[in-house]
């Protein structure tokens, strides 16, 4: 993974990242669509995700949970708003109680977008969040490190 560039906006509310890798756009695709293979990405090293429900559809949702080292599990939900093959899949996300059921709060939004770069491919994520707190909250817990983390797992799954 090449990482480009990691941008907050407090004004816009959105944290932005940028990566490229050494695979053709409909690779990268994958490791969106098939959960098996977002397990092995999605979350930090040593906080492994798994998917117990997976509809990559829109209006289609997924629930997880990433355990935690000490064996505990955090779990996460996600409602898939629009989803253009292999370029485009924007989501609503949030905390869940154990089970998946979504956390009280407002969600944030997910905006992925993947682009040919002329033989590699751009990953460009954007997280919208629905407040100011919320953006505060969620950069103190370390998602900006805990995603770029996250991301340096793709490499081992391309070469694989």
């Known amino acids: 993974m090449t990482f480009i560039e990691s941008k907050k906006d407090v004004e816009a509310l959105t944290l932005t990242i940028v990566s490229e890798y050494d695979a053709p756009?409909?690779?990268i695709w994958q490791l969106w669509s098939d959960p098996r293979q977002l397990e092995r990405w999605w979350g930090p090293p040593g906080y492994p995700a798994t998917f117990e429900v997976f509809e990559f559809e829109p209006a289609g949702r997924a629930t997880y949970y990433?355990?935690?080292?000490?064996?505990?599990?955090?779990?996460?939900w996600w409602r898939f708003v629009e989803?253009?093959?292999t370029s485009r899949i924007e989501l609503d996300d949030g905390f869940a109680e154990?089970?998946?059921?979504?956390?009280?709060?407002e969600p944030g939004r997910m905006i992925t977008t993947i682009e040919d770069t002329g033989g590699r491919t751009r990953m460009t994520m954007l997280s919208r969040f629905a407040s100011v707190d919320q953006m505060n909250e969620l950069?103190?817990?370390?998602?900006e490190e805990g995603m770029i983390q996250a991301l340096?797992?793709?490499?081992p799954l391309l070469a694989s």
């Open 25 to 27: 756009p409909e690779r």
């Open 66 to 76: 990433m355990t935690i080292p000490d064996g505990t599990k955090a779990w996460g």
């Open 83 to 85: 989803i253009e093959p």
């Open 98 to 105: 154990e089970g998946g059921s979504p956390s009280p709060g």
């Open 139 to 143: 950069l103190e817990m370390g998602q």
């Open 152 to 155: 340096t797992q793709i490499d």
